[in-house]
């Protein structure tokens, strides 16, 4: 059985146009450095029951190939702070492993998995440290592309996305200051809070 990983996702999103300039965010908090960006293509297959009983839960089960978290993963529904987000090897990229069934078995119960939509997104990711090297959070710049597999819809945005990481501060008040910070800056340069929670709930048009 493939073991998995798990974190907690705790990250903001932002719609915005598509010849914005990304500003700079040192000085913001405890940021002192922004890494050169690095680009990564991103091809996730989504998957769900015909009638979308997992997205209606807002839950997400795909398999995403390239990046560097290549492989089946799993969000679970939103808490206090954060979103619970499991991690499997990739395998064949087309049979969820067995035990990310069982962790949805519950929501899925006598559903079928089958692919409801793919999203393929350019990802351009901006790592900001502190002045000791920590990597408190990072900015993900997407242009992305979707397709309803179900209706065979599609559609075309961008987005920023900021996500903590391993170095942000270890309190909960400190987090949310952190992204307040960057999230004024952020208005400030011509993002807008998202419109849509995801880009799976984007893609199906939820």
């Known amino acids: 059985m493939a073991k998995h990983r798990s974190q907690l996702e705790i990250e903001r999103k932002y719609d915005v146009d598509a ?12 940021v002192a450095v922004e890494s050169e960006p690095h680009t990564a293509e991103l091809v996730a297959t ?28 799993v969000k679970l529904p939103p808490g206090e702070e954060g979103r619970p987000e499991l991690h499997w090897p990739l395998g064949d990229g087309v049979q969820p492993p067995a035990d990310l069934l069982e962790v949805i078995g519950d929501e899925l119960g006598d559903g079928r998995l089958v692919p409801v939509a793919r999203v393929t997104n350019v990802r351009d990711t901006t790592v900001l440290t502190d002045a000791a090297g920590f990597e408190l959070a990072e900015l993900c710049d997407d242009h992305v592309r979707s397709e309803n597999l179900r209706t065979g819809a599609s559609d075309a945005w961008r987005e ?11 309190s909960r008040e400190r987090r949310t200051a952190l992204l307040d910070g960057i999230e004024a800056e952020l208005l400030a340069a011509g993002a807008r809070p998202s419109a849509s929670s995801s880009k799976l709930q984007r893609a199906l048009g939820l």
């Open 19 to 30: 010849d914005l300039p990304t500003p700079h965010l040192v000085g913001v908090g405890a």
């Open 46 to 73: 989504y998957y769900d029951t015909e009638e979308l009983r997992l997205a209606r839960q807002r839950i997400a089960v795909r398999a995403r190939r390239g990046g560097s978290d290549e492989g089946w993963h």
């Open 160 to 170: 920023w996305e900021v996500e903590l990481l391993s170095g942000a501060p270890d």
